[in-house]
């Protein structure tokens, strides 16, 4: 079940940086460090997992497993990309019931098309506005606890431009969703007259490479965002580590000095190694 911290710091306008969580891996390291939430990325998790892109080929299956396996080990709460609720009404029933089952504090639902595609890529095509506040209202009455937030997503301002984004965002909010998500504003006046036109509790989706601009969390609060989503910044500095680190021990045939790796000691303090060595010397046969 959701706890309630995220809805907390949002009612008392804490904001709230997200970075992007792909695997355990990536969750551990991001649960120490102190975040407000941790964002599981839909993106990432089908990389990670699959190896493939980000288009609605994963399934409902692929990812609420994913999910529930971060939940489980982090403590921080956990903002989860849930695409398009996979399907219908009755899909997007069922999703929300497991992805509250197995602990997130929030969830997004975006208006795209089903099989969606990455908000930050071309060819995205949206659904009517009204059949996204049917799903919302689904959202809403199918969750067991307010605790969870309903995060509503639209696309709509890649192909039907910046004005009907706006206007979903509010339609939105009209039918009680907790968090409205523009996705990919591409210019910082964009970012600024949206949070002056939506006053629902906004999220900003910072994207290393993507449509919108890199606008700092200072900048965002001030502009009056809820919650900044960095999704990219894991998965994409974890891609660039391995592939220096595979090339130099390519070239080499060894790795050099200079390959600045995380320590195999700090690896197995992430890993929770200390707790299994101090189970063994407790029990040690005698």
Same mark, same amino acid.
């Not at 080929?57 to 695409?83: F, H, L, N, S, W």
């Not at 049917?134 to 067991?144: G, Q």
């Not at 004005?163 to 968090?179: H, L, M, Q, S, T």
């Not at 390519?250 to 060595?277: A, C, K, P, Q």
């Given at each position: 079940?959701?706890?309630?911290?995220?809805?907390?710091?949002?009612?008392?306008?804490?904001?709230?940086?997200?970075?992007?969580?792909?695997?355990?891996?990536?969750?551990?390291?991001?649960?120490?460090?102190?975040?407000?939430?941790?964002?599981?990325?839909?993106?990432? =998790?089908?990389?990670?997992?699959?190896?493939? *892109?980000?288009?609605?080929?994963?399934?409902?299956?692929?990812?609420?497993?994913?999910?529930?396996?971060?939940?489980?080990?982090?403590?921080?709460?956990?903002?989860?990309?849930?695409?398009?609720?996979?399907?219908?009404?009755?899909?997007?029933?069922?999703?929300?019931?497991?992805?509250?089952?197995? %602990?997130?504090?929030?969830?997004?639902?975006?208006?795209?098309?089903? *099989?969606?595609?990455?908000?930050?890529?071309?060819?995205?095509?949206?659904?009517?506005?009204?059949?996204?506040?049917?799903?919302?209202?689904?959202?809403?009455?199918?969750?067991?606890?307010?605790?969870?937030?309903?995060?509503?997503?639209?696309?709509?301002?890649?192909?039907?431009?910046?004005?009907?984004?706006?206007?979903?965002?509010?339609?939105?909010?009209?039918?009680?969703?907790?968090?409205?998500?523009?996705?990919?504003?591409? =210019?910082?006046?964009?970012?600024?007259?949206?949070?002056?036109?939506?006053?629902?509790?906004?999220?900003?989706?910072?994207?290393? %490479?993507?449509?919108? *601009?890199?606008?700092?969390?200072?900048?965002?609060?001030?502009?009056?965002?809820?919650?900044?989503?960095? *999704?990219?910044?894991?998965?994409?500095?974890?891609?660039?580590?391995?592939?220096?680190?595979?090339?130099?021990?390519?070239?080499?045939?060894?790795?050099?000095?200079?390959?600045?790796?995380?320590?195999?000691?700090?690896?197995?303090?992430?890993?929770?190694?200390?707790?299994?060595?101090?189970?063994?010397?407790?029990?040690?046969?005698?």
């Amino acid at each position: 079940m959701a706890t309630p911290e995220l809805k907390q710091a949002l009612a008392n306008k804490d904001f709230i940086v997200a970075p992007g969580v792909f695997d355990l891996i990536s969750a551990l390291m991001a649960d120490r460090m102190g975040f407000r939430a941790l964002y599981v990325t839909g993106y990432g =998790t089908v990389a990670s997992y699959l190896g493939i *892109p980000d288009a609605g080929i994963a399934t409902y299956r692929d990812m609420v497993e994913r999910v529930g396996q971060i939940c489980k080990r982090t403590k921080t709460p956990i903002i989860a990309d849930a695409d398009t609720g996979y399907g219908g009404l009755l899909n997007v029933r069922e999703t929300v019931l497991g992805y509250e089952d197995v %602990g997130v504090s929030a969830i997004q639902l975006e208006d795209q098309e089903f *099989p969606k595609k990455c908000g930050h890529t071309p060819f995205r095509r949206v659904i009517p506005a009204s059949d996204m506040q049917r799903k919302i209202e689904v959202a809403l009455k199918t969750r067991k606890s307010d605790d969870l937030q309903i995060i509503a997503r639209t696309d709509s301002r890649t192909s039907l431009g910046f004005d009907e984004a706006i206007r979903r965002g509010k339609a939105y909010a009209e039918v009680g969703a907790d968090v409205i998500f523009i996705e990919s504003p591409e =210019t910082e006046e964009e970012l600024e007259l949206a949070a002056a036109e939506i006053k629902t509790p906004l999220l900003a989706n910072i994207v290393n %490479g993507g449509r919108t *601009p890199l606008v700092a969390a200072d900048r965002l609060a001030e502009l009056g965002y809820a919650i900044a989503l960095h *999704p990219a910044v894991g998965f994409l500095s974890a891609a660039r580590s391995l592939e220096i680190a595979y090339g130099d021990l390519l070239r080499n045939g060894h790795t050099s000095s200079h390959i600045d790796l995380y320590s195999f000691s700090d690896m197995n303090r992430l890993m929770g190694f200390e707790d299994v060595w101090a189970f063994d010397k407790e029990w040690a046969e005698q």
